[in-house]
């Protein structure tokens, strides 16, 4: 004869009864006592840091038909909303009119206005043609904002904590392939406006890809979208781009890395350099159209 349950009979239902009500009761204190926004008890080891789910090289974003549909968002919606907003006096586009070859933008960065400032600079041929380093920590944590941010600006994940070999390999595989290439290499933005030291992975990546540097000065950016704020404010913006710089022979990538970031410097404070900025000369051959070349039968 089989043994019946412990809980059968109507001891058993009692008991049974009077656990589950405990269990309910101990639910219902922990929910009460439960504080989500305060700090963790002491007694607790130590909360490590999450690490977000690795995002892909976003390159559907490079191809068609997305590249198409991006430039009609940007020429209907971001570039006139851009205009409007600030109209940007941009100086030192001629340096870009005529790329022969892919560059870095490296820029000065203290508001989410940057990225739209300097693309609102570019010319079409140019823009077409460039992809912007984002925080991988900051916009790809949701894959729906990546994927989105993406569309607007051709942006791709850029890792600033950690993975240099990584991101160097994916920075150089896409100058390699023809793409100018945006970066802020302060690594994050700037609270009170001024520009902060440039880490060295800008150098580093010229002088392991050979790729010269186009030094961009943003003033006003700031005061359109500070640091918090959620939603844009009119206010005038002024981007000045300068000569392309190629690391010299045997500056390691500090060095060059320090140069570009006292260029941007000047470019922020000197009202003209002709070092920088280069002579009319200068920036009337820059402007020149290239001639083609074609190949003998």
Known sequence: MAAKPWYSGERGVTQLA????????????????WHWDTPRPHTWPAQGAVVPVPASDLGWARQE????????????????????????????????????????????????????????????????RTVVAAAADYWFKRPLMGNIVSLFLNTFPFSRTGGAQGQLHASSTLLKSGWNLVLFPEGSRSQDGRIHEFRPGVGHLANETRTPVVPVHIRGAQRIMPKGQKLPLPAPARVRIGKPMTPKAGEGSREFTTRVEKAVRTLAETPKSEDLQGSWIERWRASKPRELVYGED
Do not use: C
């Open 18 to 33: 009077g656990a589950v009500g405990s269990l309910i009761r101990d639910v219902g204190r922990v929910r009460r006592a």
């Open 65 to 128: 038909p997305v590249r198409t549909i991006r430039y009609l968002i940007q020429h209907g919606l971001l570039l006139p909303f851009t205009e409007a907003m600030s109209h940007p006096k941009v100086e030192g586009r001629e340096w870009v009119k005529e790329l022969d070859r892919p560059v870095i933008f490296a820029a000065n960065h203290s508001s989410h206005a940057d990225t739209s400032l300097i693309l609102h600079a570019l010319t079409d041929t140019a823009r077409d």
